[in-house]
């Protein structure tokens, strides 16, 4: 009784953040960062006070149940022992106690800057929820559910924002400012994170030979979810969500290769994306002067040219090739249900192929790159991603320079434990030098982050805080991959991590991100425990 009782609160607690927290603003735009950070913190911080005392609840009523009946037995164990997962974590909470306590910005260490707010405080309460969320919730379709729906409605509102058809009236209206998100990468960060969800359910839909009307109706609705996801990616201007886009199609390519259903429905997916620039195209032709953001970028290049549609055509010849090959030999029904053992010297290879790919493009960058930025020859490339300067990615150039000169004068201990958990601010405008240069590019704005999340984590926690963060969320991962080749639920989450991970390569963690994020991986370790019982 209290273990239900714990897992129905823990489900109105999850429907709360992802159904309510999204749409929630202060004042508009005007303390929209201050307004979030507040609404998640009281509203967690209530939360996690109420599962603490079910938690104990539970473990007394199970420790007097074991001396009355001279058992040991009675206690859940495998939702208490720890996984791989959890020490790590346990790791990171413990370095980044230490790295406030050791911090010369205990005010900043604590709370975080003011309008961040990524300060232990924030990072104690995240930790907290992982571990009484993944024991306590029993795994239920009703939060994906809200999940996909509340981040449809977003989506939309992002896009319709960008065509200056503003449904949510404010007072205070910028181009830079969409949705409810904030700025516009914040909304990437939260697209980057929930946007996988509605698609991995697309994508590892099953058709089943007698559907009824409402799998019929959500096999359709998540089809058009996905096109949302991709139209609001494209349409809003930062080059940051092709991380995004680069992510999920290379992970799910990867998952892909394991059925041929998947791998014929991957191309269908790219064939989706490239129709989903060419409907924003239209949209553009039909609302002359309405888009209100710059197109001197690649959503520009990929909405404003035929690039994409030549995608979309080459996508969808192959998925037809595909089938078409599959109808003939009497194997598509099969194909549904092939697992990667009987082809798993294929699934090999490919992935192979695909590694090394990957590691060529990024290869051809780099050098690339460096001879247009160190040689006689710079500049022959005018591309501003094949020119390492302080305006390289729209000034994270600047940003990662000052991250990288930071963690260079910092001292050996707080090489290894930080400077303190969103200090990364406080302590580069303390040296003198970086402050200069800082001021210099960016003026009056005030720069929280390296904007790329390894390096303000190096700045913020060391070398040992970084380890601990990024080796927990990889473990997570390849533990939920162990588990999705026969129960494909389990990618899901280990999708939205990747993409987050890709994306916030060139950006951060801020509050409409990484709660989501850390939730998602409790909710997935709740998931895989409760395969274990």
């Known amino acids: 009784m209290i273990k239900k009782a714990g897992s129905l609160f823990v489900t109105a607690y999850l429907l709360l953040v992802f159904g309510v927290y999204p749409f929630y603003m202060k004042e508009g735009y005007v303390d929209i960062g201050e307004g979030k950070y507040e609404f998640f913190l009281y509203c967690s911080l ?4 109420i599962l603490a005392l079910i938690s104990l609840f539970y473990l007394g009523q199970a420790l007097h149940e074991n001396i009355r009946q001279k058992r040991a037995y009675l206690i859940d164990w495998e939702r208490v022992s720890l996984s791989a997962t959890d020490v790590l974590l346990f790791m990171y909470l413990a370095l980044v106690s230490l790295s406030a306590v050791l911090s010369k910005f205990r005010q900043e260490a604590l709370w975080g800057v003011e309008g961040w707010r990524m300060g232990f405080v924030v990072w104690a309460v995240l930790c907290g929820l992982y571990f009484l969320v993944s024991r306590l ?10 999940a996909i729906l509340a981040s449809a409605v977003v989506f939309l509102l992002g896009i319709t924002d960008s065509f200056s058809a503003y449904i949510i009236p404010l007072e ?11 700025n516009i990468n914040w909304f990437c960060g939260y697209l980057s994170v929930l946007a996988p969800v509605g698609i991995c359910f697309w994508f590892f839909h099953k058709p089943l030979a007698k559907e009824n009307k409402f799998e019929k109706w959500k096999a359709v609705g998540l089809f058009i979810y996905t096109m949302i996801a991709f139209m609001a990616g494209l349409c809003q201007g930062s080059n940051s ?3 995004w886009f680069g992510g999920l199609f290379f992970v799910l390519l990867w998952i892909g290769v394991e059925r041929k259903a998947w791998f014929r429905r991957w191309f269908f997916m790219v064939f989706l994306w490239g129709v989903s620039g060419q409907i924003i195209r239209v949209l553009r032709i039909l609302c002359p002067g309405k888009y209100n953001y710059e197109l001197d970028n690649l959503c520009g290049l990929f909405t404003e040219t035929n690039v994409s549609l030549w995608i979309a055509v080459i996508a969808l010849l192959c998925y037809l090739c595909m089938a078409w090959m599959q109808r003939k030999s009497g194997s598509m029904q099969k194909d549904e249900e092939e697992a990667v053992s009987n082809h798993i010297k294929t699934v090999k290879r490919t992935r192979r192929i695909q590694a090394a790919i990957l590691a060529a493009v990024i290869l051809c960058w780099v050098i690339l790159s460096a ?11 005018d591309a501003g991603l094949f020119l390492w300067n302080e305006s390289w990615g729209n000034g994270r150039g600047a940003a990662l ?20 958990p969103d200090c ?10 970086i402050a200069a240069g800082l001021r210099e590019y960016f003026g009056a704005s005030r720069l929280t982050n390296a904007h790329s999340e390894p390096v303000t984590s190096l700045v913020n926690v060391g070398v040992l805080g970084t380890v601990s963060y990024f080796g927990f969320l990889i473990s997570f991962v390849v533990r939920c991959f162990k588990k999705g080749t026969l129960k494909p639920e389990f990618f899901i989450p280990a999708v939205c991590v990747v993409s987050y991970l890709c994306h916030n390569l060139v950006s951060f963690a801020q509050v409409l991100n990484l709660p989501f994020v850390m939730l998602i991986v409790a909710m997935g370790e709740g998931m895989l425990r409760r395969e274990n019982e």
């Open 137 to 146: 919730w029993d795994a239920g379709r009703v939060v994906w559910s809200v």
């Open 46 to 49: 209530g939360a996690l006070f």
């Open 371 to 381: 001879v247009n930025t160190w040689t006689a020859f710079s500049g022959f490339l």
């Open 424 to 433: 990364f601010a406080s302590y580069a405008y303390s040296i003198d030098e």
């Open 241 to 243: 969500v092709f991380l």
């Open 401 to 420: 320079k000052a991250g990288f000169q930071m963690f260079g004068e910092m001292s050996f201990v707080q090489k290894l434990f930080g400077v303190g």
């Open 172 to 182: 205070i209206r910028e181009a830079g400012f969409i949705s409810t998100m904030g």
